[in-house]
C-alpha cells in the first residue's frame, strides 16, 4: 500500500494515540477506589443498622422511665391524699389503721420504682455513650467513603480527560491521512484487540514478535512502505532500506 512519509508518521501518533487513549480507559477500570467504596459502604450499612437497635433500646429505656416516672407521680398525688385523709379522720382507728396500710404500700411501691427509675437511668447513660460510638463510627467511615469518592472522580477524570484529548487529536490528524489508509488502520486495530500497527524490525513484527522468512520479507518489502504483517494481520510500516 502506497504511503508518502508524512502519512506514515501521522499514522504511527495516530496508533500511539489510540495506545494512549486505550490505556487511560483501562487504568479508570483499574482504579481501586470502587472496589474500596463497595466495601466501606457495606460496612456503614453494618454500622447504620447497629446505630439503629442502639437508639431503639434507648428509646425502650426511656419509654420504660417515663412510665415509671408517670406513675411515681400519681403515686405522690395518691400519698398526699391519704395522709390527708389520716390527719383528718378521728375516732375510727380501723379506717386510720386502714390509710395507714394503704400508706405504707404506696412508700413501698414508690421505693421499688425509684430502685427501678435509678437502674433505668444508668442503663440509659451507658447506651447513650454506646450510642454516641455508633454515631462517631458512622460520620468517620462516610467520611472516608467522601474522601474514596472524591479522589476516584479526580483519577478518573484525569484519565478520562487524557483519553479524551488523544480522540481529539486523533480525529484531526485522521483528516489527514487517505480514506484508504485509515480504514485498513482501523480494520486492523479492531480486528486486533486495540492495537492496528507494527513495524518490521529484524526481520519480525514488532508486536507480535513473530520471525518472518525470506520469501515472505521480499514479499512486504514489495509491498512497502504499507502492508500488513501475515501473521496477526496488524498494518506494518515497512522503512525502505
Avoid: W
Avoid at 13 to 20: G, N, P, V
Avoid at 104 to 113: D, G, N, Q
Avoid at 182 to 196: D, H, M, N, V
Amino acid at each position: 500500500m502506497q504511503a508518502s512519509a508524512d502519512e506514515l508518521k501521522i499514522l504511527a501518533r495516530i496508533a500511539d494515540l489510540d495506545t494512549a487513549s486505550t490505556r487511560a480507559e483501562k487504568e479508570i477500570t483499574q482504579l481501586e477506589q470502587p472496589a474500596k467504596i463497595d466495601e466501606i459502604r457495606a460496612k456503614l450499612e453494618g454500622v447504620k443498622k447497629k446505630r439503629a437497635e442502639i437508639e431503639a433500646m434507648l428509646k425502650a429505656a426511656q419509654d420504660k422511665f417515663d412510665q415509671l416516672a408517670e406513675e411515681d407521680a400519681d403515686l405522690e398525688k395518691r400519698a398526699a391524699e391519704v395522709q390527708h385523709k389520716i390527719d383528718t379522720t378521728e375516732g375510727d382507728h380501723r379506717i386510720i389503721g386502714s390509710l395507714t396500710a394503704d400508706l405504707a404500700a404506696i412508700v413501698e411501691r414508690r421505693e421499688k420504682l425509684d430502685e427501678q427509675m435509678t437502674e433505668l437511668d444508668a442503663k440509659s447513660d451507658e447506651i447513650s455513650k454506646v450510642a454516641a460510638q455508633a454515631g462517631q463510627a458512622v460520620a468517620q467511615i462516610s467520611a472516608t467513603e467522601q474522601g474514596l469518592i472524591k479522589s476516584y472522580k479526580e483519577q478518573a477524570g484525569e484519565l478520562r480527560s487524557a483519553s479524551l484529548t488523544a480522540q481529539d487529536e486523533k480525529k484531526q490528524l485522521s483528516a489527514k491521512l487517505s480514506s484508504e489508509i485509515l480504514q485498513a488502520y482501523e480494520t486492523a486495530r479492531k480486528a486486533a484487540g486495540g492495537i492496528g500497527l507494527a513495524h518490521l524490525q529484524d526481520a519480525s513484527c514488532s508486536v507480535c514478535r513473530t520471525q518472518i522468512d525470506e520469501n515472505k520479507l521480499l514479499q512486504l518489502e514489495a509491498e512497502a512502505p504499507l502492508t500488513n504483517c501475515p501473521f496477526c494481520k496488524r498494518l506494518l510500516i515497512v522503512d525502505k532500506e
